[in-house]
């Protein structure tokens, strides 16, 4: 249950805001001034604090520089029903999140709110990247034994000894933002804030101001001055999801807040100084798009300082029955319940699948299979059906010799092509043969190349054209 403390001192301000947020997921605290609210604050433990700027005895730009001072990671929404004035500016400089103007649009308030809780909840919770879970003395943690997942942990551990920019790569659902989180929690930034932000979900005309802020004037709507992300995260780290997606004026301020540590808002030309670490994150193949002009070139080497490439689920099969086995016990302690088992043929297609999605697709089906689940354990009628088929049906990286088998494999493969038409089938199948032919081949590029009917020359190409780890060992 995440907890907001509201701070005001008028009483309709206060039952408004229980009433809007009435919810048993959401526990609703309330201070009538700043002062008491600095004696609650660190016997509740808000995960949230709304208060008004204006209020009798301490006014809320004093009261939020003492939190500043006690509880750096608290994040502050500010409220006014004097939108524009330099108080409200000045208290955003001093790293609320947010303000909001009264009269409260209620769907912008929630979301605000929404938000701010997710931010809230990713700074609090700490990620553990050790290679098994042994107990649940933390509530998030990245699974897996693999020889691919060691290699990640030890890259995180020496990422966050360190304050170097980092640039996060895999396909989607590999749980890139969990290891921006990993390397946050566990370096000298712990104590300050963490923002995430998803490129890709900001309207291009958006992400600039959300990113720099802007002028009052900047553009049309902007009616007043805006503080925007890396100036709240002054400090603190910034996490730049899909950093891929980005428009080329985006990427030149990222570029320079990257080389100087500065930034203009937008629609200003006042030169702004920051201090944030910036870890980007992306399912593009960025040299690519270096090659393409469609990303600076150096933006792209300024970012990949030092990377880490996740691997994608089917590169990693041992570590599904972890997984499952981590999932398993996560939804169980959110219901309070015993965990379920799962059957051994279920485990066996579980294991077999391709995995597109890769882990949030499987964290998503072990929990609808838990849903549908009649008994204590998962068993493969329980299963989507694209999951419980793909154990019989013939596995992606087999060599087939005959044209009936190559014809089965290629409807196989249009199946899975149509469920998911944003995936490029081919190239994704034509890694998965080149990665299983290195296995057989213990790494062998002659003879992989043989098995594959292509020069060696070829090989090495597609090796590095889809970033394929080139000591590839029999699993």
Sequence with gaps: M???????????????????????????????????????????????VLMDIRMGGMTGLETLKQLRKT?????????TAYGTTQMAIEAMKYGAYDYLLKPFDVPKLKEIVANALKAARDMKQVVSYQPLLESEDYEVGIVGKSDRMHTVFKLIGQLAASDVTALITGETGTGKELVARAIYHHSQRSEKPFLAINCAAIPEQLLESELFGHEKGAFTGAAGQRIGRFEQCNGGTIFLDEIGDMTPATQTKILRVLQSGTFERVGGNTPIKVDVRVIAATNKPLEAAV????FREDL???????????PALRERREDVPLLINYFLNK?????????????????????????????????????????????????????????????????????VSGEADAATLAEQFFRWARRDPARKIIPTMEREMIIQAL?????????????????RATLRKRVDKFQIQKAVTIQ
């Design 291 to 294: 090659a393409a002009r469609q």
């Design 71 to 79: 509880e750096p990671k608290l994040l502050v929404i500010l409220m």
């Design 331 to 399: 939804f169980a302690k959110e219901k309070q319940s015993a965990p379920k088992s799962i059957a051994q043929t279920a485990l066996k297609m579980l294991k077999a699948y391709h995995w597109p999605g890769n882990v949030r697709e499987l964290e998503n089906v072990v929990r609808r299979a838990l849903v549908v689940a009649k008994g204590d354990a998962i068993l493969p009628a329980d299963l989507p059906a694209e999951v419980s088929g793909a154990a019989t049906a013939p596995a992606a990286s087999t060599m």
């Design 439 to 455: 296995k057989e081949t213990n790494g062998n590029q002659v003879h992989a190349a043989k098995l594959l009917g292509i020069t």
């Design 2 to 48: 995440s907890k907001l403390l509201l701070i005001d001192d008028e009483a309709d301000v206060q039952y408004s805001f229980r009433r809007i947020f009435d919810s048993p997921e959401l526990e609703i605290a309330t201070a009538s001034s700043g002062e008491e609210a600095l004696k609650i604050i660190p016997k509740l433990q808000p995960d949230l």
């Design 300 to 310: 792209f080497y300024r970012l990949n300082v030092v990377r880490i490439q996740l």
